[in-house]
């Protein structure tokens, strides 16, 4: 962050009554930032943004907005709009005067509202649909509408809860594009609600991963992707092979272990403090994992293809040892086309050292 945060959330708890819904949030977010908050149903997404918001009032602990506490501030003393999964658009007002609507609640005459409100219908490419009323519209012009909405008080922050979750798999990508550029070109502040791991990770700067009212882990994607903190946010990524392992030996190239299936190689460099004993958890994430054919006497565990699926231009292959321990590995098509894979057949599944990450103990 290069300069003072726009939002800072010091130690802020929510409860329900007895019930915990967000636990010590302790963050600060970056001006000009994409920050999406992305965790399971129920982990406390959306109460943390109502927080920002002003929809709902800390338990405990500060929220800061610009430097200045905000908690107890009403919603429309913020400067905080936000664009809903349902959009929440007005149905009987037309695109134009749902565009001015937060101009005209804040007294702005009506000359100066339809020119801010054309520049933004003009930004978003919606200025064709000025006059028409919202049920005339597709699901992506409607979502045009709720950013020219939120945005056309030019704020400094813009909250954005589940926004595209409504829409097709084709739309959403192009919507997330929409979103991307919007958020560069305008340098406004982003905070994104989501459940869904590639909106976060192809949009935002950094992610939040929350788990049961808990912050598990705050880093850009390619941090959280290659270092996860602990088990939950590995296992949540959905990519990681875990091991259990208990340290052996110290050697040239680091620390041998033990793990479930066998032995392997730990650098030093994951290991800094090890001795003989330590039980540890380490990952290897998909893509980093090889496949051989039982043949080629590659060491490594055998494990028999339970089936695949389809990600993008690669393939991710499940395995299973004879333990019964389900091991990932992500592959593009041409460098499977070789390899026997139907279901049930074997193969040898290996990795380099290098590609081994440890967690941290928790
Ligand atoms: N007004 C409320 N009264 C009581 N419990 C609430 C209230 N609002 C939220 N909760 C509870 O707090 C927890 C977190 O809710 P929240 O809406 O923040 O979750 P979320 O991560 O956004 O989930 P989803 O993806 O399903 O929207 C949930 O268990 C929810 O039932």
């Not at 664009?83 to 007005?90: I, R, Y």
């Not at 003009?122 to 909405?149: C, H, P, W």
């Not at 997330?176 to 406004?188: E, F, W, Y």
Request: charged share 25%.
């Amino acid at each position: 962050m290069t300069s003072s945060p726009i939002v800072k959330f010091d130690n802020v708890v929510k409860k329900f009554g007895d019930f915990t819904a967000v636990e010590k949030a302790d963050f600060e977010i970056g001006r000009g930032e994409f920050l999406a908050i992305m965790g399971s149903s129920g982990c406390g997404k959306t109460t943390t943004l109502r927080m920002l918001a002003g929809l709902e009032d800390p338990t405990s602990g500060n929220i800061y907005l610009d430097g200045e506490r905000v908690n107890g501030r009403a919603t429309w003393d913020r400067d905080t709009p936000m664009v809903w999964q349902s959009l929440a658009l007005f149905p009987f007002l037309t695109v134009q005067e749902n565009v001015e609507f937060s101009l005209k609640m804040r007294g702005v005459a009506k000359a100066e509202r339809a020119e801010r409100a054309r520049k933004w219908l003009d930004k978003m490419q919606i200025t064709e649909f000025a006059n028409r009323n919202i049920a005339q519209l597709s699901g992506g012009q409607r979502q045009r509408v709720a950013l020219a909405r939120a945005l056309v008080t030019e704020p400094k922050i813009l909250l954005l809860d589940e926004p595209l979750s409504a829409l097709d798999a084709h739309l959403k990508v192009r919507m997330q594009a929409v979103l991307s550029n919007l958020q560069k070109d305008l340098g406004i502040t982003f905070v994104y609600v989501t459940h869904s791991m590639s909106e976060a990770f192809s949009m935002a700067d950094r992610v939040v991963i929350m788990s049961r009212g808990r912050i598990e882990q705050i880093g850009t994607p390619v941090e959280i992707y290659r270092e996860p903190r602990n088990r939950f946010v590995a296992e949540f990524l959905g990519s990681a092979n875990i091991f259990e392992a208990t340290v052996e030996e110290e050697i040239a190239e680091g620390w041998k272990v033990i793990h479930e299936e066998g032995r392997a190689i730990i650098p030093a460099s994951e290991l800094p403090d090890a001795k003989t004993g330590d039980k540890i958890t380490f990952i290897v994430s998909a893509e980093n994992m090889q496949l051989s054919a039982p043949d080629s006497e590659q060491d490594g565990i055998e494990a028999t293809v339970a089936g695949d699926e389809f990600v993008g231009g690669t393939a991710m292959i499940f395995l299973e040892t004879a333990s019964g321990k389900e091991l990932k590995v992500q592959k593009s098509h041409e460098e499977l086309s070789t390899l026997k894979r139907k279901a049930g057949s074997k193969l040898i599944v290996s990795w380099s050292a290098e590609h081994c990450h440890v967690l941290p103990d928790e």
